[in-house]
């Protein structure tokens, strides 16, 4: 491509990210027929417009400080975010008690409870609340508080307090981004609070991240892996990997090309 078309190729540069929720350099040049040292001056002009952020080797959509609209990440790494979501919901036995906190993997995960039996289910996320207040098998409970409109959660701390009256089995989380340590990252201190507040209070925990959140540098931590017993991903780099091992942390890794998952 000439400079002409420079506009051209960074806005499929963009697309191809939020399609597929990262990005390579290798990948971005072959699909594109130029050199990785275009690509890499490419994904440098993206980030500096906030429309992409830099990981190792590639990038993926949205800044370090500001994340994408609720809409348009629920159309981000689709297959990838359905798989995860039947594996994490294969580790809940039928009977449990759950948090499911916001989020467009936790609710991936809430669609494959759909047809489970004798499971109560508090959440903070009013999506999932769409998806299983009607289902037979299921007992739904809202946590109270105030309703933030760009993506439904209820946040706050008469949210948290709510949560604190209950003690559940399992803990079904997502999270904006995961460092190579393991920490588990977002964007919002009121949604971190109550992400924190549902770990303390679930005596499992099921960490659910797709590989477009690697690397991905958004600021507030909401743990570390001595949080989680579980991460359900479709991509365990071997440093998180590694990280994981030494913790004690179990990792369901899915193929959503394949559609299996392997259990380490």
């Known amino acids: 491509m000439s400079d002409a078309d420079v506009p051209t190729r960074h806005a499929r540069i963009v697309d191809l990210a939020r399609q597929a929720g990262r990005v390579s350099v290798e990948g971005l040049a072959d699909t594109l027929g130029v050199t990785p040292q275009t690509i890499r001056k490419d994904l440098t002009s993206l980030e500096r417009r906030a429309l992409l952020t830099r990981v190792h080797g590639g990038a993926v959509p949205g800044s370090g400080t500001d994340n994408l609209a609720y809409a348009e990440r629920r159309g981000i790494a689709v297959a990838a975010k359905s798989a995860i979501g039947a594996a994490a919901a294969a580790l809940v036995p039928d009977g449990a008690s759950l948090f499911i906190n916001i989020g467009t993997t936790t609710e991936a995960i809430a669609r494959h409870l759909v047809d489970r039996t004798r499971l109560m289910v508090i959440t903070n996320n009013l999506n999932v609340v769409d998806i299983l207040a009607d289902r037979p098998g299921i007992a739904v409970i809202a946590a109270g508080g105030r309703v933030r409109p760009s993506d439904r959660a209820v946040t706050g701390g008469i949210a948290m307090d709510f949560i604190r009256g209950f003690k559940v089995d399992i803990a079904l989380i997502g999270a904006s981004g995961i460092e190579a340590n393991g920490d588990f990252l977002d964007y919002d201190v009121d949604e971190v609070r109550v992400s924190q507040t549902i770990i303390h209070n679930a005596r499992q925990v099921i960490l659910a991240i797709d590989a477009s959140k690697l690397d991905r540098p958004a600021p507030v931590r909401i743990g570390t892996l001595d949080d989680i ?19 004690g942390v179990r990792i369901a890794e899915t193929d959503a090309d394949r559609g299996g998952t392997a259990a380490a």
């Not at 579980?230 to 440093?239: C, E, F, G, K, N």
């Open 229 to 247: 017993d579980w991460l359900v991903t479709d991509r365990a780099p071997p440093a998180l990997r590694a990280a994981c091992v030494a913790a």
